[in-house]
Every structure is written in C-alpha cells, then in structure tokens.
C-alpha cells in the first residue's frame, strides 16, 4: 500500500474516532468521517473497499503501528522474552487508551458469527507483529503454536482491560503477566523459546 493512502486511511479512521463512543462503528460514520478529514464521502468507498471490515481493520492496523513506534524507544536485547511480549502488549493497550469505548466496539463487531475468522486474523497479525519484534526468527510449527499463544494473551488481556479502572493500567499489567505465566508452562513452549534465543540476554526466566 502507498504511504499516500495510508495516509488517507489514518485521517478517517481519527476522525471516525471522535463519533465512535456515541454512535458506534457505523459505515455511514466513517463516510462522514471522510468529509472531516477534508475529503469527499467517496473517497471512504475507496480506501476501504469492503467497508465497515477494512475500516476496523484498519483501526487495528493503526494501532500496531502505534506500538512499534513505542517499541522503538526499548532494545529487545535487554530484555527477556516473555518481558519483550509483555511490553508489546502493553505498549499497544496504552496507545489505545483514549480510544477504549472505540476497541471494545470493535471487538463486538469481530465477535459475530460471520466475522469470527477475519477477527482472529486481525489479532493474529497484532501477535507476528510482536514475535518480530521480539526477535522470532523460526518458520517450523513453532512459529504457529507461539502466535496463537500469543493471539489468545492478546484477546484475553484486552477484554480484561476494558474494565480496569486501576492506577496506570496496575491490573491489566499484572493480568498480562499472569497470562503469559500460563502460556509459559503449555508443553514445552518455554523449552521451545529457549532454543530459538540461545544467548544470555533472551533467556526466559
């Protein structure tokens, strides 16, 4: 995709952002978002050729990008893995903080029965994003297992963070660290991340 309508499609979607918390992800929102960005309504039926679907795509897309551009101030080399996949996750919930009532919209949205497939393709994107990062480098059945790990800490945190009403987001941390201590004792997924990050600094403890 062009940096141009990248950029096109990150102007709606802020705009669209405002009217969420009080109309709900609506397509005529986002047409109307187009027009606020300083586009004509059109221009939403072009960026976002399946409509309501790219769009909220799109939004998470956002957030991604979001949380690597946050990742950048830490190097991964300091870091153990499973803090490196705890950071990520947070890194992400923080930059979605003004946005919550919008998340969790979307999160309705993914959950019907006809739009459960691409949901869960949407988080397993957020999870590859976030093994990159951390330096995941294999390709064999491993490198699936520990995205699907990683995509079931990723809905189940979010879910609990829609309700957190803690101190700098104290609880959803502490729930994020707890889900990944699970993930950690499945099988032998600790072994098996041991064996991908061999040296000191990427041992899991």
Not at 165 to 190: H, P, Q, Y
Request: with cysteine.
């Amino acid at each position: 995709m062009d940096e141009a309508t990248l950029d096109i499609q990150d102007q709606i979607i802020l705009a669209a952002l405002e009217d969420v918390p009080f109309d709900g992800w609506a397509w005529d929102g986002i047409r109307a978002a187009a027009e606020k960005s300083g586009h004509k309504p059109e221009m939403a039926d072009a960026v976002f050729p399946e409509k309501l679907t790219d769009a909220l795509a799109h939004f998470s897309d956002w957030a991604d990008r979001q949380m690597l551009e946050a990742l950048k101030e830490y190097n991964p080399d300091d870091l153990r893995v499973r803090d490196r996949v705890a950071k990520a996750v947070e890194l992400r919930l923080r930059a979605l903080i003004p946005y919550r009532d919008c998340v969790q919209a979307s999160a309705g949205y993914w959950a019907r029965p006809l739009l459960k497939v691409e949901g869960g393709k949407i988080v397993w994107r957020t999870a590859d994003h976030i093994w990159e990062w951390a330096g995941d480098t294999s390709k064999d059945y491993n490198h699936y297992t520990k995205r699907a790990l990683l995509s079931g800490v990723i809905t189940s945190t979010t879910l609990y963070w829609f309700n957190d009403e803690s101190t700098d987001m104290n609880d959803t941390c502490a729930f994020l660290e707890r889900r990944i201590n699970d993930v950690m004792k499945i099988g032998k997924f600790a072994g098996k991340i041991k064996s991908f990050f061999p040296n000191k600094s990427s041992k899991v403890q």
